[in-house]
C-alpha cells in the first residue's frame, strides 16, 4: 500500500513548499522507497499554458506534453523522476471532469455538488487512482497508486484560501479514511521583528488553528524562518500546535536550496516522517553524490558572466534555464552569474554596451511581438564577434531570421508569428496548429512533450551529446528525446539557402521532417534549439547542451 504526504502551507504564499516536497522526496529515495510528487493548485485556469509568466512564472512541460507548475521542475530536479499529466492538477481539470461526466449523464439525475462531487474527484486523483478523459477512459501513461512507495501530494496557495477549500475538505476525508498511511505536513511563517528583536510564533498558530478548524490535525510543522530558531521557540510552537518537539522542524535561508534536503535530515525530517506511518527508521542515508554536489558548489570561487536577453524581468520566468546554467556551472567549476538584459532595450546601438562583459548569451524562449527585435540585434551581435550563444526555442527562430536578413540578404524574413505578409517567412506556422491560431482553442494545442531528434554526425551538438546517457546511438544517426512547446517552426523550403551559406541544421525529427537545431560551425559555440533542453537538467545529470555551453564559455 502506497503512503501519502500532504504538503500544506500557511501565512502567506512563497515559502517554499515546492522546495520542501521535492526535499522529502529525495530523503525518501536515499532510503529506497519509490516516490511521485504531485502539484494540486487551487485555480481554476486547467492548465498554466495560457498564464502570463508574470502571473505565474514559468510554465515547465512534461515529457507526455502536460504543461504545469514550476514546482514540477523542482521535482525532477531534485529527484530525477519524469512527471507526468497524473502530477499536476487543477481547480479547472477537476471541475471540468466532474461537468463532463454530468452532461454525459452519468450521476443518474442527480444534484452536482462541491461535496461529494468535486471533494471525490480530488481524492481520487490524490489516490492516484488514474486520470480519466472526458470519455472516462483511462489515459496511457497513466500511473496507480500501488506503483509507489510513497506519494507527495503538495496543495498551492494557503490555508484559509476560499478556492483551496474543497482541497482541504478531501485531505480532510483522506486522513481518516487512510488512517495511519497519510500524514501531514505543514509549512508556515515565522517571521522576525527587528524592531522587538523578537521571531513571532502567533501567525503559525493561527495558521494551525485555521486547519484545526477544518478538521485537519498537522502531523509535521515546518517553520520557515529567515533567523535560527531555538529550542524554547520550537518548544513554544509544539507546545501551541499540538505536535511533538521532534516534529518542528525549521527551514532557514540557505545559500542554495540543493542545502535543503541535507538541512530536512540533519533535523531528522526524514526519520519523524517514517514514524509517524510506523516504519522502522534504520541507518540514515549518506546521500553521497548529493554532498559531493553541495560540495563542489561551495568551493566554487570563478565566475562565469552569461546574459540571459529575454522580455520577462522576472526570475521565475525563465526558472528553469536559470537552474540548468547554475548545475552545468558546478559541474565546470564554476560559477554561473546570469545577468537579464531585457530584448526590449536593445538595438544596433546600445547592445555592445549591454552584452559588454558577458563570456556567454542565452536568448530566451517566449511568445509574441515584444522585444523579438532585440533578441535578433544580439542574435547578430554575438554571431558577428564570436560570443558562445544558445537560443532556446524562440530564441533559436530570432538566430534563423537574424541570419536569413543580414546573411542570406532577405531583409523582411521574419516569422509568420510576427509578420503574417513577409515575403520570407523562414519561420512559419506548423500545418496541424493553423486551425488553433485561426479562431481555435489555444490552450493545451501547441507541440507539446517529448519528440525524437536525430543528430548530424560530427556535428557540434552530436559532440556535446555523446557522452551523455541522453544519447541512444542506435545504426547510424545519434538519437536524442527532448521536450517542445511551440506552434512555429524553421521553413524547410529555405534549408538549402542556410546549409550552403554556414548555418547547418543538424537536428530534425524523424518523423515529421521538422528542423529541431542549427548551429554555425565557423563560431566558437552558436547553437540553436527548438526543443526546450532545460526540463531534463537534473542536479546529479545537469543537462548535456548546457555542459557544452558553460565549457565553451570559459
Avoid at 72 to 81: A, C, N, Q, S, V
Avoid at 218 to 244: G, Q, W, Y
Avoid at 288 to 295: C, D, I, K, T, Y
Avoid at 477 to 497: A, G, L, M, V
Wanted: net charge negative; charged share 25%.
Amino acid at each position: 500500500m502506497s503512503k501519502y504526504i500532504f504538503v500544506t502551507g500557511g501565512v502567506v504564499s512563497s515559502l517554499g513548499k515546492g522546495i520542501i516536497s521535492s526535499s522529502i522526496g529525495k530523503l525518501l529515495q536515499a532510503r529506497g522507497y519509490s516516490v511521485t510528487i504531485q502539484k494540486f493548485d487551487p485555480y481554476i485556469n486547467i492548465d498554466p499554458g495560457t498564464l502570463n509568466p508574470y502571473e505565474h512564472g514559468e510554465c515547465y512541460v512534461t515529457e507526455d506534453g502536460m504543461e504545469t507548475d514550476l514546482d514540477l521542475g523542482h521535482y525532477e530536479r531534485f529527484t530525477g523522476i519524469r512527471t507526468t499529466r497524473d502530477n499536476s492538477v487543477t481547480t479547472g481539470r477537476i471541475y471540468k471532469t466532474v461537468i463532463d461526466r454530468e452532461r454525459r449523464g452519468d450521476y443518474l439525475g442527480r444534484t452536482i455538488q462541491v461535496v461529494p462531487h468535486i471533494t471525490d474527484e480530488i481524492k481520487r486523483r490524490m489516490l492516484r487512482a488514474g486520470d480519466f478523459d472526458a470519455n472516462n477512459q483511462r489515459q496511457a501513461g497513466g500511473s496507480t497508486s500501488n506503483t509507489f512507495d510513497f506519494i507527495i501530494t503538495e496543495v498551492g496557495g494557503t490555508i484559509g484560501d476560499i478556492e483551496s477549500a474543497p482541497f482541504m475538505e478531501a485531505i480532510r476525508q483522506l486522513r481518516w479514511e487512510l488512517g495511519r498511511d497519510a500524514v501531514c505536513v505543514h509549512l508556515t511563517y515565522v517571521p522576525y521583528l527587528k524592531a522587538a528583536s523578537e521571531l513571532k510564533t502567533k501567525p503559525t498558530q493561527h495558521s494551525v488553528k485555521e486547519m484545526q478548524g477544518m478538521g485537519i490535525q498537522p502531523d509535521i510543522l515546518i517553520l520557515r524562518t529567515e533567523k535560527h530558531l531555538s529550542d524554547n521557540v520550537r518548544m513554544k510552537v509544539a507546545s501551541f500546535c499540538n505536535v511533538e518537539l521532534e516534529c518542528v522542524v525549521q527551514s532557514e535561508d540557505l545559500p542554495s536550496i540543493y542545502e535543503v534536503p541535507v538541512n530536512m535530515q540533519r533535523q531528522g525530517l526524514d526519520a519523524a516522517l517514517l514514524r509517524k506511518f510506523g516504519i522502522p527508521v534504520g541507518e540514515t542515508p549518506a546521500l553521497g553524490p548529493w554532498r559531493n554536489f553541495l560540495e563542489k558548489q561551495r568551493k566554487l570561487t570563478k565566475e562565469l558572466h552569461v546574459a540571459l536577453v529575454g522580455k520577462y524581468d522576472l526570475q521565475d520566468a525563465y526558472k528553469s534555464i536559470r537552474e540548468s546554467l547554475s548545475l552545468a556551472g558546478v559541474y565546470e567549476d564554476v560559477k554561473v552569474k546570469i545577468e537579464f538584459v531585457n530584448s526590449e532595450h536593445i538595438d544596433e546601438s546600445n547592445v555592445a554596451e549591454q552584452l559588454s562583459g558577458m563570456q556567454g548569451v542565452l536568448i530566451c524562449p517566449g511568445f509574441g511581438h515584444r522585444g523579438i527585435e532585440g533578441k535578433i540585434v544580439a542574435a547578430h551581435y554575438t554571431r558577428t564577434h564570436g560570443i558562445p550563444t544558445l537560443g532556446i526555442c524562440l530564441g533559436m527562430q530570432m538566430m534563423v531570421i537574424e541570419f536569413a536578413r543580414n546573411v542570406l540578404h532577405f531583409t523582411d524574413a521574419n516569422s509568420t508569428e510576427m509578420d503574417r505578409h513577409t515575403t520570407h517567412p523562414v519561420i512559419d506556422i506548423m500545418e496541424e496548429q493553423k486551425q488553433n491560431v485561426n479562431g481555435g482553442t489555444m490552450g493545451g494545442t501547441m507541440r507539446l512533450g517529448a519528440y525524437r531528434c536525430s543528430l548530424r554526425a560530427g556535428s557540434r551538438v552530436a559532440t556535446a551529446y555523446a557522452p551523455s546517457s541522453q544519447c541512444a546511438v542506435a545504426d547510424g544517426p545519434s538519437f536524442i528525446s527532448e521536450r517542445h512547446r511551440h506552434r512555429y517552426e524553421f521553413n524547410n523550403k529555405y534549408e538549402q539557402d542556410y546549409e550552403q551559406n554556414g548555418m547547418q541544421c543538424t537536428g530534425r525529427n524523424p518523423e515529421s521532417d521538422l528542423v529541431e537545431i542549427v548551429e554555425v560551425a565557423e563560431h566558437p559555440w552558436y547553437v540553436g534549439v527548438q526543443f526546450h533542453p532545460e526540463y531534463s537538467s537534473t542536479v546529479l545529470h545537469p543537462h548535456p547542451l548546457f555542459m557544452d555551453f558553460v565549457k565553451h564559455c570559459l
